[in-house]
C-alpha cells in the first residue's frame, strides 16, 4: 500500500510562491505503472475539495484551470517525490494540501491513495 | 461553485438506508466513470466506490454506487454513527480536461 508524505512550509506571505514536496514510498510497482498519476488537490477550511493538477509517469500535466497560469506540479520519479508550486499566493490559497495518486486506465480514472495533508496559511 | 451538485446536508437514523445524489453534466458524469470519497471529521479523504460502484477492498457492502445519464448516486444501508462524515463525488471533465468535485454532502446520522 502506497503511503504519501507532505512536506513544506506552514506560512507563506501574499504574493509569494507555494513550494509543497510530497515523498511516495510504499508499493514500488505500483508507483512506476504507466497508468499512474501523481497530483495535488486542497481544501480550504470548512470547504470542499479543489483539484489542482496531476503529472503523468512520463511528465505529461493536467491543471486545474482556474490555477493554470499559477500553477507547476513536477515529478522525480528516481527519487520518488512530486512537487508543487503556487506563485502570487493570496489568502484564499490558504487550504490544506493532499498530494495524492490517481489510476487512469481507459475511460477509468479515480483517486485511490491521499496523504494525510499539510495546512498552508497565506499570511503576512 | 462546484462542476458536480450535491445536497449540502442528508440524515437519517442508525440502522436506515440514505442515498446521496450527485448531479452532472454530458462533458463529466455523462460521459466518464464516478467515485465517490468519504471524509471522517479531521482527518484525509478516502476512496469509496470507483468506477461508478465498483467498492476498494475494505470496504464494506453496505456503500454502493450507481450511475443514470448524468447523475449518480451512492447509498448506504445500515448506518452507524461512525458513518457520520463528508462524502465527494467526483469525476473527469473531458471538455475542461481536469478534474471535478461535487461540493459534498454532510451525512448525519441522527
Known amino acids: 500500500q502506497l503511503q504519501l508524505q507532505e512536506s513544506g512550509p506552514g506560512l507563506v506571505k501574499p504574493s509569494e510562491t507555494l513550494s509543497l514536496t510530497c515523498a511516495v514510498s510504499?508499493?514500488?510497482?505500483?508507483?512506476?505503472?504507466?497508468?499512474?498519476?501523481w497530483g495535488w488537490i486542497r481544501q480550504p477550511p470548512g470547504r470542499g475539495l479543489e483539484w489542482i493538477g496531476i503529472?503523468?509517469?512520463?511528465?505529461?500535466?493536467y491543471y486545474n484551470p482556474s490555477l493554470n497560469s499559477r500553477v507547476t506540479v513536477s515529478g522525480d520519479t528516481s527519487r520518488r517525490q512530486i512537487s508543487l508550486e503556487l506563485i502570487s499566493v493570496a489568502a484564499a490559497d490558504t487550504a490544506v494540501y493532499y498530494c495524492?495518486?490517481?489510476?487512469?486506465?481507459?475511460?477509468?480514472?479515480?483517486?485511490?491513495?491521499w496523504g494525510q495533508g499539510t495546512l498552508v496559511a497565506v499570511s503576512s | 461553485q462546484s462542476v458536480l451538485t450535491q445536497p449540502p446536508s442528508v440524515s437519517a437514523a442508525p440502522g436506515q438506508k440514505v442515498t446521496i445524489s450527485c448531479f452532472g453534466s454530458?462533458?463529466?458524469?455523462?460521459?466518464?466513470?464516478v467515485s465517490w470519497y468519504q471524509q471522517l471529521p479531521g482527518t484525509a479523504p478516502k476512496l469509496l466506490i470507483h468506477?461508478?460502484?465498483k467498492r476498494p477492498s475494505g470496504i464494506p457492502d453496505r456503500f454502493s454506487g450507481s450511475k443514470s445519464g448524468t447523475s449518480a448516486s451512492l447509498g448506504i444501508t445500515g448506518l452507524q454513527t461512525g458513518d457520520e462524515a463528508d462524502y465527494f463525488c467526483?469525476?473527469?471533465?473531458?471538455?475542461?480536461?481536469?478534474?471535478?468535485f461535487g461540493g459534498g454532502t454532510k451525512l448525519t446520522v441522527l
Open positions: 495524492v495518486t490517481t489510476v487512469r486506465v481507459g475511460n477509468s480514472i479515480y483517486i485511490d491513495f
Open positions: 510504499g508499493d514500488s510497482t505500483t508507483t512506476i505503472k504507466n497508468n499512474y498519476y
Open positions: 503529472i503523468s509517469y512520463g511528465g505529461t500535466t
Open positions: 454530458d462533458s463529466n458524469i455523462g460521459n466518464n466513470f
Open positions: 468506477d461508478n460502484s
Open positions: 467526483g469525476t473527469w471533465d473531458s471538455n475542461l480536461y481536469a478534474w471535478v
